[in-house]
T-cell receptor, first 115, second 115 residues
Framework: AQKITQTQPGMFVQEKEAVTLDCTYDTSDQSYGLFWYKQPSSGEMIFLIYQGSYDEQNATEGRYSLNFQKARKSANLVISASQLGDSAMYFCAMRAYFGNEKLTFGTGTRLTIIP | EAGVTQFPSHSVIEKGQTVTLRCDPISGHDNLYWYRRVMGKEIKFLLHFVKESKQDESGMPNNRFLAERTGGTYSTLKVQPAELEDSGVYFC?????????????FGPGTRLLVL
C-alpha cells in the first residue's frame, strides 16, 4: 500500500518569495514515481512536475523544483519567486511502476500568495 | 493538442436518479483513469482502462457504478441509482504508455451533487 502525507493544510506566502510545500510518502515498492499537481480555484488539475525513484537528479520545471530525498521518503515541491497566480491547492501523488498504476494522493496544501 | 475533456461540468440530480459522466482522453492515450474527490477528503482512484479493457476497478465503491470504454476512445461512468454520498468531483485522467513517468493528465472534472 502507498501513502502520501501533506502536513500543511494551508500556507500564506508573500509574493516573490520562495515557498516549500512538504510531502512525505510511504511505499514498499522499489520503483515508483512522484508527482505534483496544482488545482486553481477553477477546479482543473494541472500537472507540474515528476520525479522517478531512480532519478539521480532532482527534477526541475521552470520555477518548480522537486527536492527529492529518497532515504527520508520526502518529495517537497519548491516554487521560486512566487506569483499571485500560484495561489491554488497543491497535491502530491505517487504511483508504482509495476502492478498497480493508480495515483495515490495526499490531502493537499492550500497556498495563498499575498501581494 | 486538445486536453482531457469531461462532460458535463456540473450535474445536480435527486437521489435515486441516474447520471452518466463522459470523458474524452487525449488522443492516442491508451490509459484512462477515473478518480473521485468527495468533499473534504482525498482524491481517490476508481478504475483504470487500458484501451477498452478494465485493468483495475478496485476503487469502484459498489455496483451502482458502471464504467465503459467502448472502442477504446471515450469513457462513460454511470451512477444508478445515485445516493447522497456519491456527491463530489469526478475526475478523468489519461496517459500514454511507454512515456517517461506515464504522467496522468487530468480533465476539468464533473461536479456531481445528489440531493
Amino acid at each position: 500500500a502507498q501513502k502520501i502525507t501533506q502536513t500543511q493544510p494551508g500556507m500564506f506566502v508573500q509574493e516573490k518569495e520562495a515557498v516549500t510545500l512538504d510531502c512525505t510518502y510511504d511505499t514498499s515498492d522499489q520503483s515508483y514515481g512522484l508527482f505534483w499537481y496544482k488545482q486553481p480555484s477553477s477546479g482543473e488539475m494541472i500537472f507540474l512536475i515528476y520525479q522517478g525513484s531512480y532519478d539521480e537528479q532532482n527534477a526541475t520545471e521552470g520555477r518548480y523544483s522537486l527536492n527529492f530525498q529518497k532515504a527520508r521518503k520526502s518529495a517537497n515541491l519548491v516554487i521560486s519567486a512566487s506569483q499571485l497566480g500560484d495561489s491554488a491547492m497543491y497535491f502530491c501523488a505517487m504511483r508504482a511502476y509495476f502492478g498497480n498504476e493508480k495515483l495515490t494522493f495526499g490531502t493537499g496544501t492550500r497556498l495563498t500568495i499575498i501581494p | 493538442e486538445a486536453g482531457v475533456t469531461q462532460f458535463p461540468s456540473h450535474s445536480v440530480i435527486e437521489k435515486g436518479q441516474t447520471v452518466t459522466l463522459r470523458c474524452d482522453p487525449i488522443s492516442g492515450h491508451d490509459n484512462l483513469y477515473w478518480y473521485r474527490r468527495v468533499m473534504g477528503k482525498e482524491i481517490k482512484f476508481l478504475l483504470h482502462f487500458v484501451k477498452e479493457s478494465k485493468q483495475d476497478e478496485s476503487g469502484m465503491p459498489n455496483n451502482r457504478f458502471l464504467a465503459e470504454r467502448t472502442g477504446g476512445t471515450y469513457s462513460t461512468l454511470k451512477v444508478q441509482p445515485a445516493e447522497l454520498e456519491d456527491s463530489g468531483v469526478y475526475f478523468c485522467a489519461s496517459s500514454q504508455r511507454g512515456t517517461r513517468g506515464e504522467t496522468q493528465y487530468f480533465g476539468p472534472g464533473t461536479r456531481l451533487l445528489v440531493l
